[in-house]
């Protein structure tokens, strides 16, 4: 066999196995039809063996230095801890493009209290 003819069946069985792979890939369509959009600006995380649950809410006092802040809770998600993992990673992926393209976010994280 040819140099020619050994790049024309490779040629051919790498077209035959990426028409394989398609055939074994699955489409996944969004259907948007019922979803409703929530704003927040609080998120809070619990979690047990069996679930991660999200609450998400809309801090509703603007004052600094408020002993007391009200937090209107509008939308709980639970998820089990392998889509919690997922989310985890997209959201992860997510922020370092979102940093990549506008910049580092500063976050104020309270120190750990020392011993």
Known sequence: MTSKETKAVDTETDAKENAA??????????????????????????????EVT???????????????LTVELSDRIVLNPYAAKRLSVL???TMAEYEKR??????????????
């Open 54 to 68: 999200l609450l998400f809410g809309t801090n509703q006092n603007w004052h600094a230095g408020q002993k007391e």
């Open 102 to 115: 506008f910049g580092e976010l500063q976050l104020e994280v309270p120190a750990a209290p020392k011993d």
């Open 21 to 50: 792979e398609q055939d074994n890939k699955t489409t996944i369509r969004w259907d948007g039809s019922k979803m409703a959009s929530s704003y927040a600006n609080i998120c809070n995380v619990s979690s047990s063996r069996e």
């Open 91 to 93: 959201l992860s992926n």
